[in-house]
């Protein structure tokens, strides 16, 4: 016989039925006893309600470490009315959950007598979490930590180094020598391939305990701790240049990228870590600059050219802030023996034969430095300082500009001129990404006639990365300007490669114009260049012109153009244009 429900029975049942639909896990505690759990959670923990009836939540799913923590959440609760909780749980299997807590008191007939404890699983978040941290302080490709959590780790050096006495630590600053090569000619895929089994050779050479950081593009920093003596730290950067040194295997060919690492030791000038890289940079771009494949070690000579390096940057910033520079103009003209003009009167103290005509053909652009008391100074100085921190690409920028804007104005007030002006690119300059794109942006700004802008790069550029370089002049002729090479035979680069570089000029370097006048291996190495280029439809200058006696024998090698200290000085823009206007003019001997 079926007997009817009782109301109370009834809402039992429909509350079980109510808690096991739940996705939430649910536990409720009397005393310190389970009384109930549903399907959810023994499905989050693996543990029956048979297992668990009777028992102590504690005895089955709280870590041992975690008990502690119990005991504050119940207090929260007696205290507050509820409390929740992110924390860790364990699963019949002994492995750990992420849970989320909700605890609540228990209430029966109006009295508390236990706790309704509800789980949520938020290990997928959890996970989200962690590797939304690891990226923020990892690099994607390599993997490697990030400059963030690198001088993380290099501050707590410090701060460990403090209290260690007789350990010290150290940076070595990792760049590799043939990366852009290499990036350029196989591609970025291939570039990528080089810079993740350079982060491979860098853990297999380092101790657990070290830490290598991936900077940024090819640049790598390496913290090295409990270093007892130099010895130490020479001994690893050692280790490093080995693996740098083997080839890399990209698609079935071997290839070579070396490196060069700067070392910078911990010392009482270092009093934040960001001068302990500065120094490790600086150390890294000595051994660059000696040839790569080498680490150099900061040292005493090293901190005088860097704090000499340090005001130098100081001083070339106050004269870009202030604007304390200016755009010269030295005239490069055509040699061409003759008598003045008519409407010029003869020198009448030297003999007609004495005096050689130059024609202006056009002017090449040249910073010069105004200052504070007015005095002119010329950039040489400076132009180092400005490759070395990259000022010299936003420099370079500006003058560029520059220089089409002072074309347009003078073909605008001589018309009937056709005078071109050089603009110089230095090697940041040249190789820097945004390059051809700077200068089409230029040109269409300025309105300048590209025809009659002649962009100049240095032999020493050229010889830096050969295969890029022609690609980028064969992209900047793309852009209808005329190219040219200059200090051409201040360095070793091959004739056979005036075949190859798509240029309109060449300018000798001042050591070659020299050998104009004399006997020997320099002269017969310039006519033969001379000779070359004519064949090859490349104008030739001769720069620093200082005799008659030269001018003479460049014009008799075929060379018939030329600047230097005899044809004219860079002038300023006013009297380089009256200069233009007059087309020609007569040049003395020398004194």
Not at 272 to 295: C, H, N, T, W
């Amino acid at each position: 016989m079926n007997l009817p429900e009782s109301p109370e029975t009834a809402h039992e049942r429909l509350m079980e039925d109510v808690l096991a639909s739940l996705s939430q896990a649910v536990s409720v505690v009397r005393g310190d006893r389970v009384v109930y759990v549903n399907a959810a959670f023994v499905r989050l923990f693996g543990y029956t309600a048979e297992d668990l009836m009777g028992g102590s939540l504690r005895e089955f799913i709280v870590p041992d470490a975690r008990q502690q923590e119990v005991a504050e959440l119940t207090r929260a609760v007696d205290q507050f009315g509820s409390a929740s909780l992110d924390t860790v749980r364990r699963s019949k299997n002994g492995g750990l959950a992420d849970v989320a807590i909700d605890a609540a008191p228990l209430a029966v007939n109006g009295i508390a007598s236990g706790y309704v404890f509800t789980f949520r699983d938020i290990s997928d978040r959890k996970r989200m979490e962690a590797k939304l941290q690891h990226d923020a302080l990892h690099d994607t490709l390599t993997g490697l930590p990030n400059r963030a959590l690198f001088m993380d780790r290099l501050g707590l050096a410090f701060t460990r180094r403090s209290r260690r006495r007789g350990q010290n630590c150290a940076v070595l600053f990792l760049d590799l020598d043939r990366f852009k090569e290499i990036n350029d000619s196989l591609g970025h895929a291939a570039g990528d391939e080089v810079l993740v089994t350079v982060a491979k050779r860098l853990r297999s050479a380092l101790r657990p305990q070290d830490t290598a950081a991936r900077l940024g593009g090819d640049e790598f920093a390496i913290l090295v701790e409990s270093i007892l003596s130099a010895s130490d730290i020479e001994i690893v950067a050692s280790r490093i240049l080995r693996e740098m040194e083997r080839p890399f295997e990209l698609g079935g060919r071997s290839v070579h990228a070396g490196a060069s690492i700067g070392v910078a030791i911990a010392g009482p000038a270092h009093a934040v870590p960001e001068l302990l890289i500065r120094d490790a940079d600086f150390a890294m771009y000595r051994a660059k600059q000696s040839g790569g494949g080498r680490f150099e070690v900061f040292d005493k000579q090293l901190e005088v050219q860097a704090a000499c390096l340090q005001e130098h940057e100081r001083e070339l910033r106050e004269v870009i802030d202030q604007r304390q520079f200016e755009i010269w103009y030295e005239p490069v003209c055509r040699l061409q023996p003759g008598k003045p003009p008519p409407d010029k009167p003869p020198l009448d103290k030297l003999p007609s034969s004495n005096l050689r005509v130059v024609k202006l053909e056009g002017f090449e652009s040249l910073l010069r430095w105004r200052r504070a008391d007015g005095s002119v100074a010329s950039f040489n100085d400076l132009l180092p300082v400005a490759e070395e921190t990259g000022l010299s690409v936003s420099l370079g920028r500006e003058t560029m500009e520059a220089v089409c804007r002072q074309l347009r104005k003078w073909t605008e007030a001589l018309p009937k001129s056709e005078l071109t002006l050089t603009v110089n690119l230095t090697q940041r300059q040249f190789y820097h990404p945004e390059m051809i794109a700077q200068v089409k942006k230029t040109l269409t700004l300025s309105g300048a006639d590209p025809a009659r802008l002649l962009f100049e790069v240095g032999e020493a550029t050229l010889s830096e990365n050969p295969d890029l370089a022609f690609d980028l002049l064969d992209r900047l002729l793309g852009c209808n300007v005329r190219l040219a090479v200059d200090d051409f035979g201040s360095g070793l680069t091959p004739l056979s490669h005036l075949v190859r570089l798509p240029i309109d000029v060449l300018k000798l370097a001042p050591r070659l114009t020299l050998s104009a006048t004399q006997s020997g291996r320099q002269s017969a190495v310039l006519e033969s260049l001379i000779q070359l280029s004519q064949k090859l439809g490349v104008q030739v200058v001769a720069q620093g012109i200082e005799t008659l006696e030269q001018v003479d024998a460049l014009v008799r090698l075929g060379c018939t153009l030329g600047q230097g200290p005899l044809l004219g000085p860079a002038l300023e823009p006013g009297p380089a244009q009256e200069l233009a206007a007059r087309g020609s003019w007569p040049i003395a001997p020398e004194a």
